[in-house]
């Protein structure tokens, strides 16, 4: 009985984060369409394919998330600029969400729960070394300093060049990375909370107990890394209004 309320805490933790990342995307896509002219066109068609990620997530469509984030993945992937991105550490930490869903389902077989864990960890851990890879680049440059790089970097793309909204798309996307920097920290966060995850059910309690408190270290208002602490002494999850889960406290 113990083990199934554990269970059901964790798919409620889960789901909760697969809400916050459905209502993200929403939010993001709001914001890209009212700048779409400033929006890099290299990049636009994965921006326009993560529109239908809140109507998989909504019918719990997984294999087709994990499809649509294979393709938002060759677009980034075919972009040099965009190759070892915190987009592509995004990508990796999706698919990772969707896996330990997926383990996590009661109709999960035991041999197959362990091949879902496997996966799970093996793109947390891809999606981390892109967060720490990007964040050692950008984490601690100026304003001024990511607008030379990326100045640099666009102005020498062959279909960029010639653009007439050349200058809009290179400030458009430096103040997604001056975002990025604070938010990384944040995705940094949630992939050591679900790292924590596979070691609870993996009964290795000492090491999922030192990434959950690495993901609250990240991130001290990561309700998921709380309530699966909580589970891991055996506590109830804290209740959570829903506002609050749609506008956590500032982060900064």
Do not use: C
Not at 40 to 60: C, E, F, H, I
Not at 92 to 121: G, K, M, P, V
């Amino acid at each position: 009985m113990k083990s199934v309320l554990k269970n059901k805490g964790t798919r409620v933790v889960l789901g909760i984060m697969l809400i916050l990342a459905a209502a993200g995307v929403t939010i993001a896509w709001i914001y890209y369409g009212n700048i779409n002219k400033s929006v890099d066109p290299r990049v636009k068609q994965a921006r326009l394919m993560y529109a239908r990620y809140n109507t998989y997530a909504a019918g719990s469509d997984f294999e087709m998330i994990l499809s649509l984030l294979d393709s938002i993945e060759e677009v980034y992937a075919s972009v040099p600029h965009y190759r070892n991105s915190y987009e592509m550490g995004v990508i990796h930490n999706n698919r990772a969400s969707i896996l330990l869903t997926l383990a996590l389902s009661d109709t999960a077989r035991q041999e197959i729960r362990q091949s879902y864990f496997a996966l799970a960890e093996r793109h947390l851990m891809q999606g981390i070394d892109y967060y720490n890879g990007w964040m050692a680049l950008y984490g601690n440059l100026s304003e001024e300093e990511i607008h030379a790089i990326i100045e640099k970097d666009f102005s020498s793309d062959s279909m960029l060049i010639r653009h007439d909204n050349l200058s809009a798309i290179i400030q458009n996307r430096v103040g997604e990375l001056q975002t990025a920097r604070i938010e990384t920290l944040r995705r940094l966060s949630v992939s050591y909370t679900n790292l924590g995850i596979i070691r609870r059910h993996e009964n290795q309690l000492e090491e999922a107990y030192e990434y959950y408190a690495k993901a609250l270290e990240l991130w001290e208002e990561n309700h998921a890394a709380k309530n699966n602490m909580n589970i891991l002494f055996g506590e109830p999850p804290e209740k959570q209004s829903f506002f609050r889960k749609l506008f956590p406290p500032d982060r900064n």
